[in-house]
Each structure stands twice: as structure tokens, then as C-alpha cells.
């Protein structure tokens, strides 16, 4: 079954706003990772956040995690066109070696 | 560094045909997986493996058979293909960073698999 599930499935937005996307997750987990993925394309990663902290930088993204609820937030700010492509939390389940994939949702930024 | 390589690109299938997806990778990577990739699916783990003679099963492992006999190549084997099996294939690997075997995935860029 589906570890993580991104929320919404999909958003489109204007060049310059902020896009955040959701991801829920079900069990506990010792991290939590999103992935781009540009169309026809493989998974490029993002950001890694351990299950101990509770919010990450990299540039123009920032995610959270809330382990409590079972979720985190990917945040990019001041979108630009090329940011247009599918995006994918993945959760490191606790005591496993196995990575699951969400869904993905796809972010169309319009220029 | 190449990173991580798949081939072929591109495969058209008769339904009860076999065939190996290959992956490779340089970056002397101990976990190496393969995901498939359906519409409305995302990604879902077929194997894993946590170094060369060690291989586990992920969560869509029936019809797929993998062997890890160097830390480079993690081939995947379909032993009759089935149109169920049309699919983008993705094979991953990483490198242990703090202990933890599966943080940052490297991807291959894929191979688009069509049973006919």
C-alpha cells in the first residue's frame, strides 16, 4: 500500500507564487524525502528530512514535519516555469530498508 | 561518473516472453531498487537489495525476479511477461549517509516497457 499520499494531486499557479504540497504518511518513519520529476523523465531528489527535525532549507524550498500528525510540507517560494513537474514525497519506513513513494503531484507554475 | 544507467531504453514485449531490465551504477552504491511507475500509481518497489548477495522483496514483487551478485549491476528479470507488467521501470541506488541505508535515491532515467 501507498506509504505517502501528496495533497493536492495536482496545483497550478503563476510565475512568482508559492506553491506548498502536502504528503501524509501512515506509519512511523526515520525520514522523509520529496523528488522532482521533470516529464519523461527519472526522479531527481529534493530534500531529506530525518524524523527529528522539524523543518529543512535548501534555496527556495522548505519542508516540514510534523511526525505527530504524520505529515510534512514542501514549500517553494517564488515558482518559477521550470519548477512545472511531478513531485513525490517518500517516507523511510522505522525499522525498515524500504522506501515508499507517494503518489505525486503534479505543480504547473504558468510564466 | 555515469551514475546510474539503464538499458534499454525502450522494449516491446509478446506476452509469455522474458527478458532482463539492466542496471548499473559507478558510485559504489550498497542499495540499489527497482520501482515501476503506472498512471495514478506513482512509484512502487518491486526489489530491493542492501549490498551484492542480498535482495529482498518490496511491495509488487510477483512476476520479477532479481540477483545482486556485484555492488554495480542489479538486473531485473521478468520471467513471462504479462500485459500487467507495462510499465516505466525505474531503477535507484545510495549510499549509506548516518547509518541510514536509504537516504538519497539516485535515479536512472528509466525503461518504458510495452507487453503486447
Known amino acids: 500500500s501507498q506509504q505517502g499520499e501528496e495533497d493536492p494531486q495536482a496545483l497550478s499557479i503563476q510565475e512568482g507564487e508559492n506553491a506548498t504540497m502536502n504528503c501524509s504518511y501512515k506509519?512511523?518513519?526515520?525520514?522523509l524525502q520529496w523528488y522532482r520529476q521533470n516529464s519523461g523523465r527519472g526522479l531527481v531528489h529534493l530534500i531529506l528530512?530525518?524524523?527529528?527535525?522539524r523543518e529543512k532549507h535548501s534555496g527556495r524550498l522548505r519542508v516540514t514535519l510534523d511526525t505527530s500528525k504524520k505529515s510534512s510540507s514542501l514549500l517553494i517560494t517564488a515558482s518559477r516555469a521550470a519548477d512545472t513537474a511531478s513531485y513525490f514525497c517518500?517516507?523511510?519506513?522505522?525499522?525498515?530498508?524500504?522506501?515508499?513513494f507517494g503518489k505525486g503531484m503534479k505543480l504547473t507554475v504558468n510564466p | 561518473n555515469a551514475g546510474v544507467t539503464q538499458t534499454p531504453k525502450f522494449q516491446v514485449l509478446k506476452t509469455g516472453q522474458s527478458m532482463t531490465l539492466q542496471c548499473a551504477q559507478d558510485?559504489?552504491?550498497?542499495?540499489m531498487s527497482w520501482y515501476r511507475q503506472d498512471p495514478g500509481m506513482g512509484l512502487r518497489l518491486i526489489h530491493y537489495?542492501?549490498?551484492?548477495?542480498?535482495?529482498d522483496q518490496g511491495e509488487v514483487p510477483n512476476g520479477y525476479n532479481v540477483s545482486r551478485s556485484t555492488t554495480e549491476d542489479f538486473p531485473l528479470r521478468l520471467l513471462s511477461a504479462a500485459p500487467s507488467q507495462t510499465s516505466v521501470y525505474f531503477c535507484?541506488?545510495?549510499?549509506?549517509?548516518?547509518?541510514?541505508?536509504?537516504?538519497?535515491?539516485?535515479f536512472g532515467p528509466g525503461t518504458r516497457l510495452t507487453v503486447l
Open positions: 537489495s542492501v549490498g551484492a548477495g542480498i535482495t
Open positions: 506509519t512511523s518513519i526515520n525520514n
Open positions: 535507484a541506488s545510495s549510499y549509506p549517509l548516518a547509518g541510514a541505508l536509504t537516504d538519497t535515491q539516485y
Open positions: 558510485m559504489n552504491h550498497e542499495y
Open positions: 517518500a517516507s523511510l519506513q522505522g525499522g525498515s530498508e524500504k522506501l515508499v
Open positions: 528530512i530525518r524524523s527529528n527535525e
